[in-house]
Nanobody, 127 residues
Framework: VQLQASGGGLVQAGGSLRLSCAASGRTFNWRVTGWFRQAPGKEREFVAV????????YYSDSVKGRFTISRDNAKNTVYLQMNSLKPEDTAVYYC?????????????????????WGQGTLVTVSS
């Protein structure tokens, strides 16, 4: 599986961006796709995750209510709609797939739960 993340850029605080994660290769409907981010000088952290089989989602507390993760089955693509952006959202955003699926999305907050990673896309939020 190859993941291609795109959509990053420079935006003012309060603005919006939509990131995309397109998957190619052999994928399965029971997989989950997540977004993580890594700010300069910080460890990579969980942002959101989606289960392809039923569209259920789970978010970190820091983005809940501002970010929305969704999917387009026909395009095999996951989106991260980011609204009300803050300077602290500045980071490289990575999408990632877990091929084996997940019983509980709340357990999908650590990097080692995932199998494939995209290359990352930079989001910069200016104050």
């Amino acid at each position: 599986v190859q993941l291609q993340a795109s959509g990053g850029g420079l935006v003012q605080a309060g603005g919006s961006l939509r990131l995309s994660c397109a998957a190619s290769g052999r994928t399965f409907n029971w997989r989950v796709t997540g977004w993580f981010r890594q700010a300069p000088g910080k460890e990579r952290e969980f942002v959101a995750v989606l289960k392809w089989s039923d569209g259920s989602t789970y978010y970190s507390d820091s983005v809940k209510g501002r970010f929305t993760i969704s999917r387009d089955n026909a395009k095999n693509t996951v989106y991260l709609q980011m609204n009300s952006l803050k300077p602290e959202d500045t980071a490289v955003y990575y999408c990632t797939d877990r091929e084996r699926g997940a019983f509980s999305l709340a357990n999908m907050k650590t990097e080692n739960m995932y199998d494939y990673w995209g290359q990352g896309t930079l989001v910069t939020v200016s104050s």
